[in-house]
């Protein structure tokens, strides 16, 4: 007896609605992930209990101490010490005409922990003449601090 060469039936699965799935996911997280840039100048920040999380819609200019005692504005090495009035007067001319409002305009300021307590106040006082009363000086949370 003869038999017939029954055509085997064969079970596929349709994968276009995961390789969907799988790209609106990727194009999610692509879109509302936000990357730090890292930072040019290496600080060790001392701790504290209390500090302030900085908001994500703001433009920073950052000033930047480092263990030497060299004063960075926005990652440029200031060669005297009252450049820094300068270089930061004209980081704010700069990003209000970016058109970034003045209130969100926030002057971070990053030393290193083993920095002399006068470079803070020398850098602090050139602020002051600046004209910028409000900055905010970064520290690293202390453990079950927050």
């Known amino acids: ?10 079970i596929r699965i349709d994968m276009t609605p995961m390789v969907d799935v ?14 730090k840039e890292p930072d040019a100048v290496e600080v060790t920040l001392p701790f ?20 030497a005692g060299v004063v960075y504005v926005n ?11 300068e ?4 980081a704010r001319i700069e990003a209000l005409n970016a058109g970034v409002p003045p209130d969100k305009i926030i002057f ?5 922990e083993s920095v002399e307590y006068g470079i803070i106040i020398s850098v602090m006082k ?7 009363l ?3 000086l970064e520290v690293q949370k202390e453990e079950g601090a927050w």
Request: charged share 25%; glycine share 2%; net charge positive.
């Open 108 to 112: 971070n300021v990053r030393a290193e």
């Open 48 to 67: 504290a209990a209390a500090g302030v999380k900085i908001p994500k819609d703001v433009d920073i200019v950052s000033v930047v101490i480092d263990r």
């Open 1 to 10: 007896m003869l038999r017939k060469m029954q055509r085997r039936v064969t």
């Open 22 to 35: 799988i790209i609106l996911l990727l194009i999610f997280f692509f879109m509302t992930a936000t990357f």
């Open 87 to 90: 270089k930061v007067k004209k």
């Open 75 to 85: 990652n440029v090495p200031i060669e005297r010490r009252g450049d820094v009035t």
């Open 126 to 132: 050139e602020l002051q003449a600046a004209n910028i």
């Open 134 to 136: 409000v900055f905010n």
